[in-house]
């Protein structure tokens, strides 16, 4: 019986996962909500978080059964209450290496990012417009799947990117011997990362 549950809660998670990941649809919505779509217009949704321009959300009148897990923390995001991304906690790391075998499969071998030193590894791929991201933050043992709608995130990004201060340049550098130190520092400290210091 106890593997007949779970026969049954994979083929749930892999149609569902199909379903979710399906390249023509993922275009054009995620989880039946049309990207760009105004936070007016959904009702249902209830604010969680949120700071200027940019808020989350989530829907308390649907259970989702996502990654074997029934009602898994699923957050829309919006940016100028437009919705532009949706974020998936993952719970297990089988769980992590399947999603990133099945996203693999649909798009293609992803580009691999490597944090050393905040021991951080992010999967990134991109598919007409949509940014995926799968993330495992070693450190906290959290791992969490992100879908990007590109034409507004690329414009927060923007915007934040606009509103860090403008660091005027040096009207005199550092000496020869000051640049020496500070290179075999550099050079000391990626090694240390390396190592996992």
Do not use: C
Request: avoid cysteine; proline fraction near 4%.
């Amino acid at each position: 019986m106890r593997g007949f549950k779970f026969a049954v809660i994979g083929i749930l998670f892999w149609s569902f996962f199909s379903g979710l990941l399906h390249a023509a649809e993922l275009k054009e919505s995620f989880l039946g909500v049309k990207w760009g779509t105004n936070i007016s217009a959904l009702p249902e949704f209830k604010k969680i978080a949120g700071k200027e321009d940019v808020a989350y959300y989530e829907n308390p009148t649907k259970i989702y059964t996502v990654f074997e897990v029934e009602n898994p923390s699923v957050i829309y995001g919006f940016y100028k209450d437009q919705f532009f991304a949706t974020y998936i906690q993952v719970d297990t790391f089988t769980v992590f290496e399947r999603v990133k075998e099945h996203i693999s499969e649909k798009f293609g071998t992803p580009k691999t990012i490597l944090k050393m030193k905040a021991r951080q590894t992010i999967y990134r791929w991109k598919h007409q417009g949509i940014k995926i991201k799968l993330k495992l933050f070693e450190l906290e043992g959290k791992m969490k799947l992100a879908f990007y709608y590109t034409p507004l995130s690329n414009k927060l990004n923007a915007a934040q990117r606009s509103s860090f201060p403008v660091v005027q340049g040096r009207v005199t550098g550092p000496d020869e011997s000051t640049r020496q130190e500070i290179h075999k520092d550099l050079k000391l400290q990626r090694a240390l990362d390396v190592m996992g210091f």
